[in-house]
């Protein structure tokens, strides 16, 4: 057998805990929080001190005497939008404890940002009494948001347990988290703390499971002892080869919904992240509301720059095989503890909310909670290994009638993309489980992939990057072999890309003061210029001067902003800086590669002119078998 469970976990049985209950008072939708979990958090994310000076707790805010503090932030704000348009829920209460001087001001936004005051209650020397505020959810369909706004008269302001909370539920059903992890314990194990650190979080999730495909386990820890008696039997630790993100993941899906009258909700989550254990509260609660089965999907705030959010809401190009596309009117890769710009670039005087409600097309599973219903009704991940497979989850749900809600407000810090260099073995699996997507959930035309594929090559070629073009080019071949090869989820793929890129130098990455045979002297820093207007006519004359064996630069050095293939090509040996900043690479123009290369992107492009009609009928016959719960029972070793 393949996987298997930890002792501990095999004792305490958590999975029969998940089932639905009766709840008991009001559901909370999302608590009032005034600081992040981590020191590292921003406290500008919770809570804005407008005027004066404030004391910011998790949950318990001091505004001084004379003082205001808002919380129109990104982790204080109730996305009411989202909540009327997706939810039966028809009003929300803001419950706090108040103790002091002061007035509290319940505040709305509208699709375009004006607001307005929609409750206030003056407090008087109060002495730890409730405040509640409410307002119907019927005025923001389009858009909007709710927020409170905190002011101290003549002395000190203190509010505590702030609740947003709605109507519950007749049942209530409970989350099981799945994190997949690979040889990363450390961060692993960091964010299981946080989840046991936090014990309201925790009364929402019912079991934890943690699907460790690596060699550096996560129970290898010393803390491991700790964190599973903290997490009072919900945790479930699971071993199995790897099998990558779809694999992991697929197989916490696979646990959850095993037994046929278990009905819980799966979180699943990275293991790279930097975990606000809220966003387990605002999903389960939205989740459990929801007029019909919707996934429910987590943002992703850049790890390394903790106030930028990635997205508001994506969509994938399969046209141009590319994820991660920005829904036209969402929140794009911004500080959201800055003024918001017009498409001018002139600043608004308005906070970047994003008070226009905008819609996914699919969730990536940095965080993204997927309810039962959807796993019953079109199974288990594609066995892509990783890569895409969120997005195709996410558009298969969407053809069998349930949509994606990427929720704002609801979110987690995660490594920051453009800090991992794209020229690795992984571009393997983005380029070949792109088509295998674009296959199954689009109709486009062959001429059009080949295109993208052959202009992804040349400009690998142009820039000397000889591996990427190979790990390319290897994607399409073994995509044009059709589903077969997924038989075995992925793993050798994984092995054969690696072999594949070892005999190519420029895919090593070197010290910036050890790089092999060139001495620091020797690689002047050349900066770029200007980004061409036209590409073609750059791109003609790079070719005519390759062809005649010339260059502008015999050699130097390139950072990762300027490392663009128009630049590139105009070096004969260059020294880039890898995206991850933590060294360099070193390319040299081989022209003998070059053509070789060319040739083999050529008769590929052709090849995919002639058969992607063939391999699309393929996969799309074989989609169903391949995301079964026989095949993965198989690939998990559980038969």
């Not at 046929?260 to 609660?285: K, Y």
């Not at 490594?415 to 689009?442: C, Q, T």
């Not at 000889?466 to 090869?485: N, R």
Request: charged share 25%; aromatic share 8%.
């Amino acid at each position: 057998m393949l996987g298997s469970t930890s002792t501990a976990s095999e004792t305490s049985a958590p999975d029969e805990r998940l089932v639905e209950h009766v709840p008991s008072g009001r559901l909370v939708a999302q608590r009032g929080l005034f600081r992040g979990p981590d020191p590292v958090c921003p406290d500008e994310l919770y809570a804005q001190i407008v005027v004066g000076t404030a004391a910011r707790h998790r949950q318990r805010l001091v505004v001084h005497a004379g003082s205001e503090v808002s919380t129109d932030t990104y982790f204080g704000r109730f996305p009411a939008s989202y909540w009327q348009r997706w939810t039966v829920v028809t009003e929300v209460q803001a419950e706090l404890t108040v103790a002091g001087t002061g007035r509290v001001a319940l505040i709305a936004s509208d699709s375009k940002g004006d607001t307005r005051t929609v409750a206030a209650e003056e407090v008087t020397a109060q002495h730890g009494g409730q405040v509640t505020l409410r307002t119907k959810l019927d005025k923001f369909l389009d858009g909007g948001f709710l927020w409170l706004e905190f002011a101290a008269s003549d002395a000190e302001l203190v509010v505590e347990r702030l609740r947003w909370t709605v109507e519950s539920p007749e049942r209530l059903r409970p989350t099981a988290v799945v994190i997949c992890t690979f040889n990363r314990a450390d961060d692993c194990t960091k964010t299981l703390q946080s989840l046991a650190a936090d014990d309201e979080a925790l009364e929402v999730l019912d079991a934890i499971y943690v699907v460790d495909q690596g060699t550096d386990t996560v129970e290898s820890r010393p803390a491991f002892a700790t964190i599973e008696q903290d997490l009072a039997g919900r945790l479930r630790y699971l071993r199995q080869p790897n099998l990558g993100g779809a694999g992991g993941f697929g197989r916490g899906m696979y646990e959850v919904t095993e037994r046929g009258s278990a009905h819980a909700n799966v979180l699943l989550m990275d293991d790279d992240v930097l975990c606000e254990p809220e966003i387990a509260v605002r999903l389960t609660a939205f989740a459990n509301r929801t007029s019909e089965p919707t996934i429910v999907g987590g943002q992703m705030l850049r790890l390394l720059h903790p106030t930028i959010l990635l997205a508001g809401a994506e969509y994938a190009d399969f046209a141009q095989l590319v994820p991660g596309q920005v829904v036209r009117g969402a929140l794009d890769d911004v500080d959201v503890t800055e003024e918001a710009e017009d498409e001018d670039g002139v600043p608004t005087g308005k906070p970047n909310r994003g008070d226009r409600r905008v819609d996914a097309d699919y969730n990536a599973w940095w965080s993204c909670l997927i309810p039962a219903e959807v796993v019953a009704t079109i199974g288990l991940p594609l066995p892509l290994f990783f890569q895409w497979d969120d997005v195709e989850y996410g558009y298969r749900a969407r053809a069998n009638g349930f949509p994606t809600v990427t929720l704002p407000g609801a979110g987690l810090w995660h490594a920051d993309f453009d800090w991992k260099d794209a020229d690795k073995w992984n571009e393997y699996f983005a380029v070949r489980n792109a088509m295998i997507v674009s296959s199954l959930h689009a109709e486009i035309d062959p001429k059009q992939i080949a295109r993208v594929i052959l202009s992804r090559v040349v400009r690998g070629l142009l820039s000397m990057q000889y591996g990427l073009a190979a790990t390319v080019l290897k994607a399409v071949e073994d995509y044009l072999k059709g589903p077969g090869f997924l038989h075995d989820g992925g793993a050798a793929a994984a092995r054969e890309v690696h072999a594949l890129r070892a005999d190519f130098p420029d895919t090593v990455m070197h010290s910036a003061t050890d790089v092999p045979g060139l001495r620091a002297g020797e690689m002047p820093m050349v900066q770029a210029g200007p980004a061409p207007s036209m590409n073609r006519v750059v791109l003609l004359k790079r070719l005519i001067y390759f062809a005649l064996g010339k260059s502008v630069h015999e050699i130097g050095s390139v950072a990762q902003e300027d490392a663009t293939w128009w630049h590139l090509s105009q070096f004969k040996t260059v020294v880039v800086t890898d995206g991850s900043q933590g060294g360099v690479r070193v390319r040299r123009r081989d022209r003998e590669l070059t053509f070789k290369l060319a040739k083999q992107a050529g008769k590929l492009a052709r090849r995919i002119v002639a058969e992607l009609p063939r391999a699309r009928a393929e996969y799309r016959a074989a989609a169903a078998d391949l995301t079964s719960r026989d095949n993965w029972r198989r690939l998990y070793g559980l038969e």
